[in-house]
């Protein structure tokens, strides 16, 4: 089950969440190669974040999936995450950080 944890300095106070949610869910499960209601998407809005020296309008994002993840996938995940958010929030993808974890490469790499 893949999780994203969207966080961002965007008050997201009178924003319309759901498109969001459901872009992301959708975008993440056609990358991932699973199915949409297997993904959870978590959003918070009004969280302290300095990047690049300042508070302009900016997000980090954390992806946790078993499995699905390689480089291709990573680059499709920052690129489709970053498209939403600068369409829905207007954060520049540029402004935008995306953390990817896959929990089956901790196993890989602890049979080494």
């Known amino acids: ?11 997201l106070d009178g ?4 498109p969001i949610f459901s872009d992301v869910t959708k975008a993440v499960a056609s990358i ?14 009004s969280v302290a974040i300095s990047f690049e020296g300042n508070k ?3 997000a ?7 499995g699905g993840i390689n480089s291709e996938v990573k680059r499709k995940l920052i690129f489709s995450i970053g ?18 974890y896959d929990t089956t490469m901790a196993h890989k790499i602890a049979k080494l």
């Open 1 to 11: 089950m893949p999780c994203v944890d969207i966080s961002t300095n965007v008050n």
């Open 15 to 18: 924003v319309d969440a759901d």
């Open 32 to 45: 991932i190669g699973r199915p949409e209601n297997l993904v959870m998407v978590l959003l918070k809005g």
């Open 56 to 58: 302009e309008p900016a």
């Open 60 to 66: 980090f994002a954390e992806i946790i999936s078993m």
């Open 83 to 100: 498209t939403i958010l600068q369409t829905k929030l207007s954060i520049p993808r540029t402004r935008f950080f995306l953390k990817v």
